[in-house]
Every structure is written in structure tokens, then in C-alpha cells.
């Protein structure tokens, strides 16, 4: 889990593969279980915020897991994260109090969950 603010990451997207992270979400605790197969597992969900040359920036959402077959390193998750509606919550929670999503996107967003609380 060595990806910070400022440091270099190379997700494909757009034909970019170059990017620099400029903010991070994630949880206050990683989520811990065990599991019959993989034995003792860490999963650590984040959202990410992305700036490249040619796309502007973006928004990355990733995992890091460990589990007893990787001795306990955290690995990089190869696709999306899997997340429950309060995972979700917690790390838009820490994104919007971290400047991760512009004030044009929370308004948008406040406007969709207004309409369907209607």
C-alpha cells in the first residue's frame, strides 16, 4: 500500500497509463475477516483521485488485499473493489472531507439523492 498523494500510478484508461494521485480515500479501519479458503484476509478499498496529461482527472477505485496465500503483504487488487452500501458511504465520507470531488459534483449528487428521497 505504498501509493501516496504525489506518487505515480499506471492504470490503462483512455490510452493513458500514466497518472499522478492527488488525493486518496479510504477507510479508518481495513476490513478484516477469515475465510475457509483464503484464511485470514485484509481488504482495503479506496477511491482515488488521478490527474493525467491528456484526460484531466479522473477517479480510480481499487482494493489492496492480504490474505494468509500472500503471507500477510498487501497485494494490489486486479478490477474493481466489491463494496456494501456502507463501505461505499464511508469512503465517499473521507473523499468529499478530503477535496477529492468537485463542488459541481456534490451539487449534482445532492440534487440526484433529493429527487429520490422524494
Given at each position: ?13 483512455k ?22 479458503v ?12 488521478l490527474e ?42 473521507d ?14 449528487l ?9
Amino acid at each position: 500500500m505504498t501509493t501516496t498523494i504525489r506518487s505515480n500510478v499506471h492504470p490503462w484508461y483512455k490510452g493513458v497509463h500514466e497518472w499522478r494521485v492527488k488525493g486518496v480515500a479510504e477507510l479508518k479501519q481495513t476490513i478484516s475477516y477469515t475465510d475457509p479458503v483464503q484464511g485470514n484476509v485484509h481488504y482495503s478499498p479506496k477511491i482515488m483521485k488521478l490527474e493525467g496529461e491528456k484526460v484531466g482527472r479522473v477517479l480510480w477505485f481499487n482494493y489492496w488485499m492480504s490474505t494468509n496465500k500472500t503471507k500477510g503483504k498487501m497485494r494490489y487488487g486486479g478490477g474493481p473493489p466489491m463494496l456494501e452500501e456502507n463501505v461505499f458511504l464511508e469512503l465517499m465520507k473521507d473523499g468529499i472531507q478530503k477535496g477529492l470531488f468537485s463542488k459541481s459534483f456534490l451539487k449534482k449528487l445532492e440534487s440526484e439523492i433529493q429527487l429520490s428521497l422524494e
